[in-house]
């Protein structure tokens, strides 16, 4: 069963930037669409970026622009850069599959990501 590991959070100033990293066991993910998604108590879970199995990706039109979503699959590992961070941006942060159901249990703990001075 695939888990997911995110790391690379933290306190940023706005204006400043962070690389996310999320580390998978258990399943190779060369064949899966990736995404990240972010999360703030109280607010659903929303998709920030995705990539598929040939590297096309899309965004938020709230990070258009700002982040960047890549893969590696060597290393089965998918990355969000994040640049000009905004206190808007300050969340929890997921990976997982695109589309995965909140029940899924490959959902890892992410990781905080705060955007203030």
């Known amino acids: 069963q695939v888990q997911f590991v995110e790391s690379g959070g933290g306190l940023v100033q706005p204006g400043g930037s962070l690389r996310l990293s999320c580390a998978a066991s258990?399943?190779?993910?060369?064949?899966?669409?990736m995404a990240w998604y972010r999360q703030n108590p109280g607010n659903q879970r929303e998709l920030v970026a995705a990539?598929?199995?040939?590297?096309?990706?899309n965004y938020a039109d709230s990070v258009k622009g700002r982040f960047t979503i890549s893969r590696d699959n060597a290393k089965n590992t998918v990355y969000l850069q994040m640049n000009s961070l905004k206190p808007e941006d300050t969340a929890v942060y997921y990976c997982?599959?695109?589309?995965?159901?909140?029940?899924?249990?490959?959902w890892g703990q992410g990781t905080q990501v705060t955007v203030s001075s």
């Open positions: 997982n599959f695109q589309g995965a159901p909140m029940s899924a249990r490959s």
């Open positions: 258990g399943s190779s993910l060369r064949i899966y669409s």
């Open positions: 990539i598929t199995s040939s590297s096309s990706t």
